[in-house]
C-alpha cells in the first residue's frame, strides 16, 4: 500500500448510524482521493482533497457523505444515515509524488450495513 | 458514463502460459494509463503505468500495450504464476483531471 494507511479495516453498522473512515496519506503527501467499490465492480471516484481543501468532489452523493482533510490528523469520509446501499470498499489513494500521476492505494475500509 | 471498459470479465490460463488482459478506453484525451492488480480483501496494487506519448512498456514479466489508433490497452503476463490470480484493472487519468477512471475489472485464473 506504499504507506496509504486506512482504518477502521471493517466496519459494521446499522442503518440510521452514522460511519467515519480514515486515511493517511503517504508520509509527506497532502493529497488524497477516495473511491468507492461495490462487490464485482470497479473503483469509483468520490472526492479529492488537499489539507484543508476539496479540489474535486465531482463523484460525492449529494446528501449523506462528506470528506475532510484537515491541517492536522488523517483525512475522514463520514456517512450519515447509512443505508444498505452503501455497504461497499472504501479505498483511499494518494499520489506517490506531490502532484504526480502515479497513485497508490491503502488497503480500504470494508463498511458493512446491517 | 464509463470511458474505460474490458473485453473479458474472466480469464482462465494455464500455469507457465502467458496472460494478456485488454482494455478499451474512449476518451482520446487521456494520456496516462495504469494497471493494478486487486487481490480478495485488498487494496488495488500498482503495476505498471504507461503515458500516452508511448506505446509499449516493460516491467518484470510485465508489459503494456498502447494503440491509441483503436484506443486499446493491453497487459500481458509473461510465465503466468498462481500468485498471479487476482482481478485486474485499467485506468486511465486525463492530463488537465485530478482522478483515475477505472474499468470495470478481469478476474484472472491461473490453474496449476
Known amino acids: 500500500n506504499a504507506g496509504v494507511m486506512q482504518n477502521p479495516r471493517h466496519l459494521v453498522r446499522r442503518r440510521g448510524q452514522e460511519a467515519r473512515l480514515r486515511c493517511s496519506p503517504m508520509?509527506?503527501?497532502?493529497?488524497v482521493y477516495w473511491y468507492r467499490q461495490l462487490p464485482e465492480e470497479g473503483l469509483k471516484f468520490m472526492v479529492y482533497?488537499?489539507?484543508?481543501?476539496?479540489?474535486?468532489e465531482s463523484g460525492m452523493p449529494k446528501e449523506r457523505f462528506s470528506a475532510e482533510f484537515p491541517k492536522e490528523g488523517p483525512s475522514i469520509l463520514r456517512i450519515q444515515q447509512v443505508v444498505r446501499g452503501d455497504s461497499a470498499a472504501y479505498f483511499c489513494?494518494?499520489?506517490?509524488?506531490?502532484?504526480?500521476?502515479?497513485?497508490?492505494f491503502g488497503e480500504g475500509s470494508w463498511l458493512t450495513v446491517v | 458514463g464509463e470511458n474505460v471498459g474490458l473485453h473479458l470479465p474472466t480469464l482462465s490460463v494455464q500455469e507457465g502460459d502467458n496472460s494478456i488482459i485488454n482494455c478499451a478506453y474512449s476518451?482520446?484525451?487521456?494520456?496516462?494509463f495504469i494497471w493494478y492488480k486487486q487481490e480478495s480483501g485488498k487494496g488495488p496494487q500498482f503495476i505498471i503505468d504507461?503515458?500516452?506519448?508511448?506505446d509499449k512498456r516493460q516491467g518484470q514479466r510485465v508489459t503494456v500495450l498502447l494503440n491509441k489508433t483503436v484506443k486499446h490497452l493491453s497487459l500481458q503476463i509473461a510465465a503466468t504464476q498462481p500468485g498471479d490470480s487476482a482481478v485486474y484493472f485499467c485506468?486511465?487519468?486525463?492530463?488537465?483531471?485530478?482522478?483515475?477512471?477505472f474499468g470495470g475489472g478481469t478476474r484472472l485464473m491461473v490453474k496449476p
Open positions: 489513494a494518494s499520489p506517490r509524488d506531490p502532484g504526480g500521476n502515479t497513485i497508490y
Open positions: 508520509k509527506g503527501h497532502s493529497h
Open positions: 482533497l488537499q489539507k484543508e481543501n476539496i479540489i474535486d
Open positions: 476518451n482520446s484525451a487521456s494520456d496516462y
Open positions: 504507461i503515458r500516452s506519448n508511448m
Open positions: 485506468a486511465e487519468k486525463l492530463n488537465a483531471g485530478n482522478m483515475l477512471t
